[in-house]
């Protein structure tokens, strides 16, 4: 069974600062996706990571799949107020193209002005 | 912009009630999904859909059914619902080669 991990869970942050969020998951996969919740609303996709040294940037994030050592990373630079939210990584179970995803339990981070 | 819409924002129904709970896509997906979303649990999917009137269970499908009768439309349906199914509710729809899924708002459920 597919386990994703993500760490930390809380993250308090200095705007400015920069920080790494990981996520760890089990079994092999070759894609992994990063999405943004903000408070009372939905998921929103931000990044879609589909092969091994994947990466993607967007602003002050930028997201990477290192899939033998079943891991991602969504980093942050110089972080802002509107960076506040809590952050998901999914990854598919299936390893090689599905629907099906686990998700971890999200990290929730805040950027102190 | 794909657009994925619920039926209700919020719904309080009452232990036992049979509840409906509605997801319409606009871009002609394929795949439509029904996740909930609980406090340190993450998302966990209930049910998903790769076209009309086809159905496959997910991680927790127990006390919950579906419908898709029209490939925009995917409906949740508790039979009797019990306190323990109190909890967000995350439609999502999904088609291409990427396996993006796109959310919708969510329907946070009370079952009292």
């Known amino acids: 069974e597919l386990k994703v991990e993500q760490n930390p869970l809380f993250l308090s942050m200095q705007e400015g600062k920069n920080y790494t969020i990981y996520c760890n998951y089990s079994?092999?996969?070759?894609?992994l996706y990063w999405y943004r919740q903000d408070p009372g609303k939905s998921l929103e996709s931000l990044f879609v990571l589909l092969s091994n040294g994947a990466v993607k940037q967007e602003g002050r994030l930028m997201a990477s799949l290192d899939t033998k050592a079943r891991l991602s990373t969504l980093h942050i630079t110089a972080a802002v107020h509107d960076l506040s939210a809590t952050y998901f990584c999914?990854?598919?179970?299936?390893?090689?193209?599905?629907?099906?995803?686990?998700f971890g339990k999200g990290t929730k981070l805040s950027v102190i002005p | 912009d794909v657009k994925v819409t619920q039926s209700s924002r919020y719904l309080v129904k009452r232990t036992g009630e049979k509840v409906f709970l509605e997801c319409v896509q606009d871009m002609d997906h394929e795949n439509m999904f029904w996740y909930r979303q609980d406090p340190g649990l993450g998302l966990r999917l209930i049910y998903f859909?790769?076209?009309?009137?086809?159905?496959e269970k997910g991680d927790i499908p127990e006390g919950y059914s579906v419908s898709r009768e029209k490939k925009e439309r995917f409906s949740l349906i508790l039979e009797s619902a019990s306190t323990n199914q109190t909890s967000m509710y995350l439609c999502a729809s999904g088609r291409g080669t990427t396996y993006e899924q796109y959310f919708g708002p969510g329907t946070r459920l009370t079952v009292t």
């Open positions: 999914a990854v598919d179970r299936s390893g090689a193209g599905s629907y099906q995803l686990t």
């Open positions: 079994t092999t996969s070759d894609r």
């Open positions: 859909s790769y076209d009309v009137k086809m159905k």
